[in-house]
């Protein structure tokens, strides 16, 4: 009886979870889906912001303030602008519970095999996955829609890289392998960051088949190079003392590139002082990816002066990966 009672707490306590596998609509609704996904792009592509909002659910319009439309939707716009873009598959799934966590798998030619997962606030709702772009760089599109007093409406939206010059999550973990088996730590980070970016294209939706063998590899890759990767903290053969804080990627015009990140007691608006400065760093930006086939490196600088508070203010410099000062 004692064992009876524990099992019944254990199954009240648990989420109630409904697995499904994608891809099955029903033609009826398919229509209504589609056509609802495409008016909410186009409308953000057109800059015909408050249309847009009108096919958004009520708890996802709440995240959105009204008269900073322009600022929050323009982001999705420019990707889906830049990026053409198709709805690659649709998975409509009717509740057995009320707000299980679905659960949906999908196998797509694309894309390794994934999983969308996420709490069903209304008894019947869709998935639409999209790929944004062709060739090299390439994002997933995923858009959730809820049917609430019989009208679908959008309920979320995430946009984010999944293949970043060719190569998706697991290859760029593989090329972080390899670079510290050539003892070249700044490459290997540059892979394990590109391989954190990638592994959640929708965020806290989104999970590969192999995700927490992806993760607990890349924790391992990350310690190793957190041993042997010290960039200096200061550096005092320059007369203004800049500081390297961080090497990291930075996205512009939906490419990727390597970047810097660094501290100068520099005034900001001092251009000239501010642009001597690069110049002395450029031997050293290029000693730490000297392996690195771009050409081009951007370079965000913060003026900081207190150690204790995060500066709010910086430039952000595109240069040339100039490594044929190495040879000097």
Known sequence: MLQIFILM???????????YKGHEIPDEIHWDIWKLDTDFCTSIMKKQNLTAYGLMSDSMAAYYDKNKLDSAFYPIGRSLIDYPFFTQSIYYQKATFDKPLVKVRFDDEEIKPFEISFISNTKEAAVTTAILGEG????????????????????????????????????????????IEQKDYAMASYCTRMCQWLIKPANNFWRYDNESEMMDKMDKLNRKISRYLKPPHQLKEIDTKPEIRDMT????????????????????????????????LDVVFASYFKNMEHD????????HEDPWTEPTKYLMKKRKLDKSLLSN
């Open 9 to 19: 707490n254990i199954a009240i306590g648990c989420q109630r979870i409904e697995r």
């Open 136 to 179: 090299e760089n390439q994002s997933c599109m995923i858009m959730l829609f809820a049917l609430n007093s019989n009208k679908w409406e959008i309920e979320n939206l995430r946009i984010g890289f999944f293949l970043v010059e060719g190569k998706d999550a697991e290859d760029w973990l593989k090329e972080a392998d390899k670079w």
């Open 296 to 303: 081009t490196i951007f370079v965000k600088i913060m003026h």
């Open 249 to 280: 990627a930075i996205i512009s015009k939906n490419k990727v590139y390597p970047g810097f990140v660094y501290n100068t007691k520099l005034l900001l608006d001092d251009s000239l002082a501010i642009e001597r400065e690069c110049s002395k």
